[in-house]
């Protein structure tokens, strides 16, 4: 695999780095190979490259990859490395730091820093932040076919996609893969505003009305009881949603009953079975807040990660190619 690093911008840090990887660098290109690698996309290209020959121009499908809290780009790319074998070579996925730096995240033991995390904290006012950074990064760097983010990486690209759809503004993005996300914030302070207001200006405990009790639910079972396990970075403050709460601080969490508007590009999720019960939950909100005619979800047999086994690689890549699929025959919709 090639390799090439840039600076990103960043007014944060000025340790980021952009790591590119794809053996095929140009838009199009002609090339010759002796190599005989198998892929399990279907394509011209890839069957001639598994024979050991092409002589088709190549098309790059450039994609940005945000990583998870207390990592990094080169980590994630580590994580990936049995889906990067094996994808198209004319894929091009582009993997940056955050610009936050940050401590290590859970499950990251056998990585050496330095870690980063895409967000200060989850606010609205945080969550902006943290857009227009990846609004910058792709100004930077793009422009990009789709996105694939691993844990807070893949609830960043929804919680992104979804402000850019609500404003009308152009999606830089015409697909995803969502892989082990946790919980999306969104950066509208609109989102689940007024049973926030609600909970913060509570006096009753006992008054607890039905939407207020759907909410704080999905907030235990998945915030409270990755806090619980010291599995959340940056950490959030529960009791911001109790009486006497300031709500402009609460995380607006994407609840899937008070988020108005579902995602409308091809996504696809993929979560570990063995993977904690809070972060599965977690997941399924990620899963939940898009457009379920235009989402596929998987289930792999490990943990908090990206695949590992061959033939659940080979199964995302199948959806991957669906979603690329689907976005081209969505791609004259106006939504």
Sequence with gaps: MGSRYAEPASEHSSTGYLYA???????????????VVYFPTFNLNGLLHFL????????????????????????LETQLRPFLKAVDPSFDFVFVDGPFPCERGPGMA????????????????????AHEHLDRTIDDLGPFDGILGFSQGGALALSYLHRKQTQNELRPFKFALIMSSVIPCSADGGVCEE???SLCDQTDPSAVDQDQRVFVELL?????????????????DLSIYEAGGDPSLAPRIMHPSFVKQKIWIPTVHVAGKKDYSFMRAMSDVAYAVCEPKLAKKMVHSGGHQPPQKPSEVKEVIRALDWAIGMSDRFAHWNL
Excluded: W
């Design 110 to 129: 056998a990585f050496d820093g330095p870690f980063f995390s895409h967000t200060a904290g989850y606010s609205p006012e945080q969550m902006i932040e």
């Design 52 to 75: 050991g020959v092409s002589f088709l121009p190549t098309v790059t499908m450039r994609v940005l990859c945000l990583h998870g809290v207390g990592s990094s780009g080169k980590m």
């Design 195 to 197: 049973v926030i207001q």
């Design 21 to 35: 990887c794809s053996p095929f660098s140009q838009p199009c290109s002609y090339f010759f190979s002796v190599s």
């Design 220 to 236: 235990d079972r998945t915030v409270g009881e990755a806090r619980k396990n010291n599995a959340l970075l940056p950490d959030i």
